[in-house]
């Protein structure tokens, strides 16, 4: 199967991102190309964005979308298990190796995060909102609770994304950081005020989230400055490719076709970093791309099993 699924009529396809100079905005933006190259004339491809959280199951739910990106695909098999993607199906998962992680000031006298419940007035913590959409938000003061510390009881620094909590850490106005995007510079900056350390969430918060599908998972010695020894921590891995499952079965077919074949297109933007601190970890291989927190899409999962382990195509000249 070297051939492009054929489509046989002008399709209208809505993708939605995130705010628009991210990875997902990226991968859709590629997807688009790829799909437009080998649809018919008069097909139109727009990119919506989006948060990349509770906000990109709704669009699909509502028709706003027909194919939406969520990270991490952990958030997917928990929502997913919550009754909260019915109705969904996927097309596969970019690969993208990440944490999330709590980074605490070292004069602070805790060694896990158990330990912050204690101290809760001495602590300005810097995440995201937990507000119904943002993921990042969601884990972080879930995990909170379970560690036994009261959210209600801290001060917060909240954004959307990861890069105004981060400086706010370097900056010393916060004391605790919860964040993810590790493999981002930032993360290699945060002792540039004053020495830190890292805790992990410990047994009772890992273990409360594996039990709804979210899986932890590890930092290794010396990947932060400070961090002498592994850290386990949750996964806030990998970006699932989501639609719904009346997706017309050419469009799917089509669209696997192009995650597979012409991966090379993407792989290449981010080629110029190492493979452990890029945004899209790579290279990307199919059996992977396959394994997603949602069931196939009957037309996807044909594609991978046709496609098998076929070298893509070699894509992308602008990024060689």
Known sequence: MSEAPALRRPITLHFRGDWGQANLHRICGWLAQEMGDRAPAGSRFAIWNGRGGVDQIEALRTGEADIALVTPTAAVRMLDRAGKTEGLA???VIGQRDRLVVAVDASLPATTVAD??????????????D????????AAHKALRIAGVDPGKLTFFYDERPFPPLDHFIEGK?????????????????DSVRPVKYLPWGEDVLRAFAAEGWQDA?????????????????DFSDFAILCRQDLDDDVAALATWCLVMTRRALEAQYTHLPADHSPVTYPLVPADMARS?????PAAARTYE???????????PLWK
């Open 174 to 190: 916060a004391n605790v950081l919860i964040h993810e995007a590790v493999m981002t510079p930032r993360w290699q900056q945060l």
């Open 306 to 316: 046709a496609l098998g382990d076929s070298e893509q195509s070699d894509g992308a």
């Open 293 to 297: 927190p949602l069931p196939l899409h």
């Open 90 to 92: 996927s097309l596969g």
């Open 218 to 234: 590890m930092v290794k010695a010396g990947y932060f400055p400070g961090l002498t020894e592994d850290l386990r921590t949750l």
């Open 116 to 129: 912050l419940a204690s101290i809760t007035d001495q602590l300005t913590v810097a995440t995201s909102p």
């Open 131 to 138: 507000d119904g959409v943002n993921l990042i938000g969601l």
